[in-house]
């Protein structure tokens, strides 16, 4: 993972600060349709769980976006992450936010 801390902004909390994930991947060997039974689970989840904790550190209060390779949208859906729509600046790919994380 690669992860981009001063120069990108919330765009679902104008004005705040974020997280921006560059780049991110996790055992692409380790899918259902090659191996069997998974050897790994959860890293994607794991990292980004880091990037928002990364987030709280800097003040962003856990906002994190991310650009998604269509094959990956769904994870993100799952997450719970806010999907913003298609970005045509972006290769058109769907970006997506996390928003301030409600610590418990």
Avoid: C
């Avoid at 992860?3 to 990108?8: G, K």
């Avoid at 050897?39 to 990292?47: H, N, P, S």
């Avoid at 719970?80 to 298609?86: R, W, Y």
């Avoid at 996390?98 to 418990?104: C, D």
């Amino acid at each position: 993972m690669m992860v981009e801390t001063q120069l990108h902004g919330s765009r679902s909390a104008i004005g705040q600060r974020l997280v921006y994930i560059q780049y991110i991947t996790s055992a692409p060997w380790n899918r259902k349709e090659i191996q069997r039974p998974l050897r790994y689970k959860g890293v994607g989840t794991a990292l980004l769980r880091y990037a928002r904790l990364r987030s709280v550190e800097l003040g962003y209060g856990g906002r994190i976006g991310l650009h998604s390779l269509p094959t990956a949208e769904r994870f993100y859906e799952n997450q719970n992450m806010l999907n913003l729509g298609i970005d045509e600046e972006y290769e058109n790919l769907t970006y997506f936010e996390y928003g301030m994380l409600r610590l418990q």
